[in-house]
């Protein structure tokens, strides 16, 4: 991210060429989002997972090889490959999750999933500067590829089993008089109809929701946060930015740790409740990080809100895992779906607001409709329906 953010704006030399770059990259995660479920029918989700790490490697290493006169049609490439085959990779990934450790594992995997990334994160963020700086892009790109390499080889030796990812591996799956499928064959779906399944699902269409509004929110703390950076140190503005995702990755690892030791220890889950009152949390710390607070209170804002977004990750993720198999894969895609349009029309939006107000405010309305939405959403499971049909914390079994 790091690398190829400043990538672009030096081949371009033009700002305006980092908004084309991301808006392109999340079109394409929009559109895969959109097809996942189709595809996870059909093709079996360790294939997905191994040829869209290798794609990602390969389009790494077109921009290595390009000429100077072919960077920007390389940079368009790596915009769509790596938008696209990230969102099928995290669709394939997470509705396997349930089939490889099983369903009262899939807590505690997503928590491991989770923690990884955020540690990875951390060691990306902290070596990109040195990286660049010291032995310039070509080694950055050829490294970055190296983890596509190194991720697919991993694919290569998980135990995913089953075939098509979209077949319920349950016995009663060709039931319900062939709901889901067409002429008796499973994984043929018909793309309608699954996808408003998995958003008539109880609950889940407010959770997505919520999940949308989240991105919206997410994507004015990502634009605001070098705005604010820069006015605390105009000299040095990558300071506090860097400073900040480090602290929030630390934070996100740290909670994925007393998630893991609750699980174990207990046998529950943190339920669908935790996503509600998560996005409360982490929003209300990513809007007291603007508030100007002196460094050591920011850090442990910056560590509150790496927790609670690992606190929501998990919950969510381990929400969607209880559908049927049949609607898991739609489910994800879906997800990734209104993220993409979420994070999208939210840079839009406060790109163009940051112009005439402050980070604070720009933040702490984003960030206030998802706490919003999230009290409604709280509200909505807490009540005699929604215990009726979302699992309750702790309890988090198959929806009906």
């Known amino acids: 991210m790091v690398a190829l953010n400043l990538f672009v704006y030096e081949t371009t030399g033009r700002a305006f060429a980092l908004g084309l770059f991301m808006a392109v990259r999340l079109a394409s995660g929009f559109v895969a989002g959109l097809v996942a479920g189709g595809l996870l029918a059909r093709v079996r989700a360790k294939s997905v997972m191994l040829w869209t790490n290798a794609a990602q490697a390969a389009v790494m290493l077109l921009l290595v090889f390009a000429p100077e006169g072919m960077r920007t049609a390389a940079l368009t490439a790596v915009s769509v490959v790596v938008g696209g085959c990230g969102t099928l990779f995290m669709v394939a ?18 928590s491991l999933s989770i923690t990884g990334r955020s540690l990875a994160m951390v060691a990306g963020f902290a070596s990109a500067g040195v990286v660049v700086s010291l032995v310039g892009y070509t080694v950055a790109f050829v490294v970055d590829m190296a983890t596509f390499v190194v991720c697919a080889v991993t694919v290569a030796l998980l135990p995913v089993p089953g075939g098509g990812g979209g077949k319920d591996t349950r016995p009663d799956s060709q039931g319900d008089s062939g709901r889901g499928t067409r002429k008796g064959r499973p994984g043929r779906w018909r793309r309608p109809g699954a996808f408003l399944a998995s958003a008539a699902a109880p609950g889940l269409g407010l ?16 634009a605001a946060l070098p705005v604010h950076s820069a006015a605390l140190d105009a000299a040095h503005p990558a300071v506090f930015v860097s400073g900040f995702w480090c602290l929030w990755a630390l934070g996100n690892a740290a909670a994925q ?8 220890r207990t046998g529950r889950t943190v339920g669908a409740p935790g996503f509600g009152y998560g996005t409360c949390l982490m929003s209300g710390a990513f809007i007291l990080a603007f508030a100007g607070f002196p460094w050591a209170a920011t850090v442990v804002i910056a560590l509150v809100a790496g927790a609670a977004d690992g606190l929501t990750e998990v919950s969510y993720t381990s929400h969607l895992q209880t559908l049927p198999a049949g609607l898991r894969s739609h489910a994800f895609g879906l997800s990734a779906t209104v993220e993409n349009l979420g994070f999208g029309v939210g840079m839009i939006l406060v790109a163009a607001a940051l112009d005439r107000y ?43």
Do not use: C, K
Request: glycine share 12%; hydrophobic share 45%; proline share 7%.
């Open 207 to 222: 959770m997505v929701v919520l999940r949308s509004v989240d991105a919206f929110g997410s994507s004015s703390h990502n």
């Open 93 to 110: 990934l997470r509705g396997s999750i349930p089939e490889m450790v099983g369903e009262d594992r899939r807590s505690w995997a997503n």
């Open 257 to 264: 740790q007393v998630i893991q030791r609750y699980v174990t």
């Open 358 to 400: 402050g980070p604070l405010t720009v933040v702490a309305w984003s960030h206030g409709a998802a706490v919003v939405i999230a009290v409604v959403f709280l509200i909505r499971v807490s009540g005699p329906r929604g215990r009726a049909g979302v699992p309750a914390a702790g309890h988090d079994g198959p929806v009906p």
